[in-house]
């Protein structure tokens, strides 16, 4: 059986400026360092955070990543960032086809395909969102509109080693409200079954993370169900004390 180490990653989205964030993440790497908790911990702030947080956490046990990509290597893309750009500053990982870009940069899944591709090629690991709406999940029709996600947005040769999948149900994103522990076990099922069906054997290495609200208050029930490799966590990794207890919630591997 595969033994996956769970991940945690901190999505700022569009917060922090340059004082409080290096102070957060310096926080962050002392406690990190003094007692480590069972997991992988990845921060990803907003772009112009990403090189003083790296300067910040440089030889730490703490990764850092960004928040989105362009799906091109370079060019003529007023305001985006390159996978490259994000590379050269020591970034892990990039959060691709999270559902607030979805709904307001209309991504669709060819778009988050391509930028999955492209962090691939830079050699960094896509964490690929999805999730369905509210309306999706009363329809009866979440389980189809993940695996259609799923099926559209992991690029020819995505693997245990260079892509994880946060589920986000997005009706619970911000919300305060979460899925039960019985809606998340079953699509985490379901997407375990997915990725199955998709890469074979090697399946069973690929981190599936829940986001939706987790907090230090309702980690410990979430991250103890079958097949949840971590969280993706956005208002609670703005705390340092909350985001610390999500983590040292994790079930070690
Ligand atoms: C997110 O940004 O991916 C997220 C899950 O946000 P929150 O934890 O605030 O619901």
């Known amino acids: 059986m595969a033994v996956r180490r769970p991940l945690v990653v901190g999505n700022w989205k569009m917060n922090g400026l340059l004082a409080d964030g290096v102070a957060r993440v310096r926080d962050l790497c002392t406690r990190v360092v003094a007692e480590p ?8 702030p907003p772009a112009t955070l990403i090189a003083p947080v790296a300067e910040a956490l440089r030889g ?13 290597d370079k060019g003529a893309f007023t305001g985006d960032v390159a996978v490259a750009m994000l590379a050269d500053l020591g970034c ?3 959060i691709v086809g999270h559902s ?4 307001d940069h209309g991504e669709t899944d060819a778009i988050v395909c391509a930028k999955a591709a492209a962090a691939h090629r830079a050699g960094l690991i896509a964490i690929v969102c999805v999730g369905e709406s509210l309306a999706d999940r009363d329809a009866g029709c979440s389980e189809a509109v993940v695996g259609g996600q799923v099926s559209g947005s ?4 995505a693997s245990g080693a260079n892509t994880v999948i946060a589920y986000e149900p997005v009706w619970a994103i911000g919300t305060g409200r979460i899925a039960s522990a019985e ?16 890469i074979g054997c090697g399946a069973g290495d690929m ?20 097949e949840v490799d971590g969280a993706l966590v956005g208002g609670a990794s703005l705390k340092i004390n909350d985001f610390l207890a999500i983590c ?6």
Do not use: F, K, T
């Open 37 to 44: 908790p069972p997991c992988d911990v990845l921060v990803c």
């Open 60 to 72: 730490s046990p703490v990764l850092w990543g960004g928040q989105d990509c362009h799906a091109e």
């Open 92 to 94: 892990r990982a990039v």
């Open 100 to 103: 607030e870009r979805r709904r």
């Open 154 to 157: 992991l690029p020819q040769g």
């Open 183 to 198: 809606q998340i076990a079953a699509m985490h099922r379901h997407l375990r079954g997915l990725v199955r069906a998709r």
């Open 207 to 226: 981190r599936l993370l829940y986001g939706g609200s987790v907090s230090a208050a309702n980690a410990a029930e979430i991250l103890r169900i079958a």
């Open 248 to 253: 040292r919630s994790c079930v070690a591997a």
